[in-house]
């Protein structure tokens, strides 16, 4: 499967009054990530939306495990769990400097028509995002490609 890999600085804005990331910024990082992942399979949220569709997330966890702090550069690994041509389950992990795991999670969308709200069908209206979304998750697991 793709992997994007995508670096972050943590900013002093960030952080909470323990000098940690305060939880919801994670949350921003998995949008820098998706958005990240979607630039590298060639495709751009910004020309989605010109068309008038929206991408909402309908489900979205996350699982803390160690801390990220200020001054520190934060990893964020994301990459396509599940897809089947309307929802999209996308996965992350954030990781230390030090390559420790911080933070998994986990959003799912899906695309919706701005005027009506009304899902339409990716693998329909855009066939060739619908087949990188499909390749994207196919490569063997034991050749795990970072974009």
Not at 5 to 33: C, P
Not at 70 to 96: C, N, P, Q, S
Not at 108 to 117: A, T
């Amino acid at each position: 499967m793709h992997i994007s890999s995508k670096e972050i600085e943590v900013r002093y804005a960030e952080t909470d009054q323990m000098g940690v990331v305060y939880h919801a910024n994670y949350f921003v990082w998995m949008e820098l990530g998706r958005t990240k992942l979607i630039h590298d399979l060639g495709f751009n949220y910004a020309e989605m939306e010109k068309d008038g569709i929206l991408s909402p997330v309908i489900d979205i966890e996350a699982s803390y495990k160690k801390p990220v702090r200020y001054g520190e550069t934060a990893i964020i690994k994301t990459w396509v769990e599940e897809y089947d041509g309307f929802r999209v389950l996308y996965k992350y992990e954030v990781y230390t400097e030090q390559g420790e795991l911080a933070v998994y999670g986990s959003s799912r969308h899906v695309c919706v028509k701005r005027e009506s709200f009304r899902p339409i069908s990716l693998k329909r209206s855009y066939p060739d995002w619908h087949e990188a979304y499909l390749k994207a998750m196919k490569q063997p697991e034991g050749k795990k490609e970072q974009i």
